[in-house]
């Protein structure tokens, strides 16, 4: 029976369906974990979980290729059985990627073209070794792997179930509630500095002066993406709003700053122009700092939209004076 499969790339598998072409109890999954060994068949079944799970095991992607972590969630892993067997392409790999419960979408079929050891944390936050594999998928599952190499690396359960939407400047924010299932620290933290009045009213300003200006698509993200939205040329632009006191701006400008990169990074594209929007002035020194990075400053104070930056001037074609 070995290799005698007949999974397609981008279709979803049943674990029920998986169970009958590899021979295994349709509860199997849930108590293998992310490594399927089936003998047998001569293939070892990969489940990816890139950020998708209370434990992160810290599965990317580069490019089409996906870099796999091997088994273990304490201590050091081990360059033994599954985790030798996916490095020396012992088996027949076949990745997958969870769709839905009890369900798999089946990435395709891969080799092992390079691997290596990596400090990471595990299971109670200790430093360890891992292996890190290296998996290229063949020519036909290519397209589908590009296709999933091109989600967040490593978004929260929040973030997960949410998508973008129209932004509303009548709505009135409120704190997050307790959900079924805990949200990481830094999302009920943003949640929360989402909520509060000083926050929303920077938001507001803005959205009001880019609707006025022309721009379009002026959406949020919530737990992330404060707003962003398109100019009248069909540029885009992330604008994370951060509230200034006496004393906090070194603070906030680091802070907005890992917030733009990371949004851009998981959200967006290289192309996105970042923009972080105050409501009080910068030291020259931090406004500098970000125009190095090509970072805007835009400042919402007094009812009006004031350029913080020779870059926001050109950002939002906003006068000076």
């Given at each position: ?235 885009r632009a992330i604008f994370e709003a951060k509230t200034i006191r006496s ?75």
């Amino acid at each position: 029976m070995a290799g005698n499969h007949t999974l397609r790339p981008g279709q979803v598998y049943s674990w029920t369906e998986l169970g009958r072409q590899f021979d295994f109890r349709p509860e199997y999954p849930g108590i293998a974990g992310g490594m399927i060994s089936r003998p047998e068949h001569d293939a070892l079944l990969l489940i990816t979980f890139p950020g998708a799970r209370s434990f992160d095991y810290g599965d990317s992607w580069q490019g089409s290729d996906l870099i796999y972590t091997g088994r273990g969630k304490q201590g050091d892993q081990e360059y033994t059985a599954q985790n030798r067997d996916v490095g020396e392409n012992a088996r027949t790999l076949h990745v997958f990627e969870p769709a839905a419960p009890r369900a798999l979408t089946y990435l395709g079929q891969a080799t092992c073209i390079d691997k290596w050891q990596e400090m990471a944390l595990d299971l109670h936050g200790r430093s360890r070794t891992v292996w890190r594999f290296q998996l290229r998928f063949d020519a036909r599952a290519a397209a589908t792997a590009e296709r999933v190499s091109t989600l967040p690396y490593s978004p929260g359960a929040a973030r997960r179930a949410s998508v973008a939407r129209p932004f509303d400047p009548t709505r009135i924010p409120t704190p997050p509630a307790p959900a079924g299932q805990p949200a990481a620290p830094e999302e009920t933290a943003r949640l929360q500095e989402k909520a509060t009045s000083g926050h929303q009213q920077i938001l507001v300003t803005l959205y009001e002066h880019l609707h006025d200006s022309g721009w379009t698509e002026l959406n949020e993200i919530p737990a992330a993406i404060d707003l962003w939205a398109r100019d009248p040329a069909g540029r885009r632009a992330i604008f994370e709003a951060k509230t200034i006191r006496s004393g906090t701006d070194l603070t906030r400008v680091r802070s907005g700053l890992a917030q733009l990169l990371e949004y851009r990074y998981a959200y967006g594209d290289h192309n996105d122009r970042l923009c972080l929007v105050t409501d009080a002035a910068l030291a020259g020194e931090r406004t500098a700092f970000l125009e190095s990075l090509g970072v805007a400053v835009v400042v919402c104070m007094r009812g009006g939209v004031y350029p913080g930056s020779p870059t926001a001037h050109r950002l939002l074609g906003l006068a000076r004076g």
